[in-house]
Antibody, heavy 121, light 106 residues
């Protein structure tokens, strides 16, 4: 059974870089799914951040592209998110996800439990 | 960017009711549309993909329809477990979610 677990700081200061890692278990990250990040601000809807293939091909939300980097480490069965120059508007629950790829993104088959990241000084 | 608009934002219904939720895309997305269910404090769960394909394990009272710019999620006979928030997602060009529809008990 595929399981995903987010890890990283729960509090980030404004203008700094948010960094999260997702560890995948029960499935080799190289085997075929695509991997990504989705966030949900408090009381609001879902926003796709980006997607990465096991080989490192990336697709980013155009509205976040200038601040986002997603990378993959197949040796550790992990992938990561970096979001630079954060503001309070980046406060959200961040989900790492496993996706069936279609046209730059795809449908989400597997979700992590989510991790809350607050941006505050 | 493709914008997704769901209606209504909130829907009040009773157990046993049939309900429908609509999702409209700002441009044609063919049938590249999925529906998710989210309960408070939990990650969303995939219900429908390719507009009308039921995900394995999802009860048959859930159904999806539509193509182009207008889509519908229907629940044929509401069960207590169905009260949740529902999101549509387009994946025709990158990905965008609707703002959500909260289905609450009348």
């Amino acid at each position: 059974q595929v399981q995903l677990q987010e890890s990283g700081p729960g509090l980030v200061k404004p203008s700094e870089t948010l960094s999260l890692t997702c560890t995948v278990s029960g499935y080799s990250i190289s085997s075929g799914y695509y991997w990504g990040w989705i966030r949900q601000p408090p009381g609001k809807g879902l926003e796709w951040i980006g997607t990465i293939s096991h080989s490192g091909t990336t697709y980013y939300n155009p509205s976040l592209k200038s601040r986002v980097t997603i990378s993959v480490d197949t040796s550790k069965n992990q992938f990561s998110l970096k979001l630079t120059s954060v503001t309070a508007a980046d406060t959200a629950v961040f989900y790492c996800v496993g996706m069936t790829y279609y046209r730059g993104s795809g449908i989400v088959d597997y979700w992590g439990q989510g991790t809350v990241v607050s941006v505050s000084s | 960017d493709i914008q997704m608009t769901q209606s209504p934002s909130t829907l009040s219904a009773s157990v046993g009711d049939r309900v429908t939720i609509t999702c409209r895309a700002s441009q044609s997305i063919s049938t590249w549309l999925a529906w998710y269910q989210q309960k408070p404090g939990k990650a969303p769960k995939l219900l429908i993909y390719k507009a009308s394909s039921l995900e394995s394990g999802v009860p048959s009272r859930f159904s999806g329809s539509g193509s182009g710019t207008e889509f519908t999620l229907a629940i044929s006979s509401l069960q207590p477990d169905d009260f949740a928030t529902y999101y549509c997602q387009q994946y025709s060009s990158y990905s965008t979610f609707g703002q959500g529809t909260k289905l609450e008990i009348k």
